[in-house]
């Protein structure tokens, strides 16, 4: 039988999206992913500096990179990938279907324009409409939208509020397909409670002490601060905060914490993917504060709850409406509200056995957000196409 040939667009090698395509590569599809970025290791706007990942992001799928002749290389622009050959490229493999992810580039936007009834063209994409505009701006931001998700076929959402945004954007019910937002839960659920004991002892947190963990970028979007100040309101000597990351809220939030003069608030630069599964595992509360704008999902609450943590999130991260339930495995708060924040705080840090049990019942809610489950859809949506042609 012949295979169905799926081209993927997508700017860089990313941790998210390796396991899928590789997996993909296993079934009956022949995968071809174009890396539009081009080869070089470029910074981390956010981390602020060059990230190489310590797991395989290009084992087990066919991939090639295309030159990105971009004067200012870089996925954090529109003009920062243009790519001379990709069209090309994409026309030899003989595609059955393209997906693309992203559209805010320039290259990726010509591929859409290209392809759209030529073959069928895919789209992946967080985007929610969490962030408030003015209704002006909104009409145009309609406008716009209606006129690009025109190019595009199949809608593959990764939630409910990522599916409303694309609802917005003028696609119907037949162009939506639920491809849920994924990480590797079986890494982060991996027993290593010998090296979380360790971390908890380097740290001088006890057993019977509750840590509150903060993973992510030190940036304005993700907001660390917010969490920090509540934090000193809370002023728990048998609780913890520890901050992992870097990036250009970093001397700010160490500031402050001199200034508190607590003794229970603790730094770790950023860690590889090898160590977080540790990280998370050490923790009881993970939580992210967010206030926007473009916090479209937030996959560092998928790692905690595959590690069986319980999750503290605002309403502006595009996961809480799907992956935490109030009082069940976690709580939502509404950004801010800093009374709320410390109020909550007090709350869930009141009984650790709380926590275990919130913990528990993340890890039953993240069992069903699988890489799994994202191959099922897409092998689904390749036999209607196939049906189509």
């Known amino acids: 039988m012949k295979k169905f040939r799926l081209a993927i667009v997508i700017s860089h090698p990313i941790q998210y999206y390796a396991p899928l395509f590789k997996l993909l590569t296993e079934t009956e599809i022949l995968l071809k992913v174009f890396y539009t970025l081009g080869e070089s290791n470029l910074v981390d706007k956010g981390f602020g500096t060059t990230i190489n990942w310590d797991i395989p992001l290009l084992e087990g799928y066919e991939y090639e990179f295309i030159e990105n002749i971009a004067k200012e290389k870089g996925s954090h622009h529109f003009k920062g990938i243009q790519n001379r050959d990709l069209i090309d490229k994409l026309t030899e493999f003989l595609p059955d279907a393209v997906l693309v992810y992203g ?22 994409g967080d985007s929610t409409l969490l962030d408030k505009q003015s209704t002006f701006k909104t009409i145009l931001r309609k406008l716009f939208l209606t006129w690009l998700y025109s190019f595009v076929d199949k809608a593959l ?3 409910q509020k990522n599916r409303a945004y694309f609802e917005f954007s003028g696609l119907k019910e037949d162009q939506l397909v639920f491809v849920p937002h994924t990480v590797d839960n079986e890494r982060y659920a991996s027993l290593r409670k010998e090296e979380a004991l360790v971390l908890r002892q380097k740290l001088n947190i006890k057993d019977e002490e509750t840590l509150i963990l903060f993973a992510g970028k030190f940036e304005s979007k993700k907001d660390p601060e917010h969490l920090l100040h509540s934090f000193i309101e809370l002023n728990r000597s048998n609780v913890h905060l520890l901050f992992v990351g870097n990036g250009e809220l970093e001397k700010s939030l160490k500031s402050k914490v001199m200034s508190s003069k607590l003794k ?16 998370y595992q050490a923790c009881d509360l993970f939580c992210l504060p967010s206030q926007g704008p473009g916090e479209t999902w937030g996959l560092a609450v998928n790692e905690a709850m ?27 708060f509404e950004v801010g509200n800093q009374k709320s924040l ?8 009141e009984d650790k056995k709380r926590l275990i049990l919130m913990g528990n019942r993340s890890g039953e809610i993240i069992k069903e957000w699988t890489f799994q489950k994202q191959v099922e859809k897409i092998i689904k949506e390749t036999k209607i196409a196939k049906q189509r042609k």
């Open 103 to 124: 559209w805010a580039y320039s290259s990726h936007l010509k591929v859409m324009r290209h392809f759209h009834k030529k073959v069928p063209v895919w789209f992946r």
């Open 306 to 332: 595959a590690a069986k943590k319980a999750i503290l999130v605002s309403d502006k991260a595009g996961c809480a409406a799907d992956l935490v339930k109030n009082q069940i495995n976690g709580y939502i």
């Open 342 to 349: 410390t109020t909550i705080l007090n709350v869930l840090t």
């Open 264 to 279: 229970n608030i603790h730094f770790m630069d950023f860690q590889n993917q090898t160590q977080m599964p540790v990280v």
């Open 157 to 159: 959402y990764v939630g």
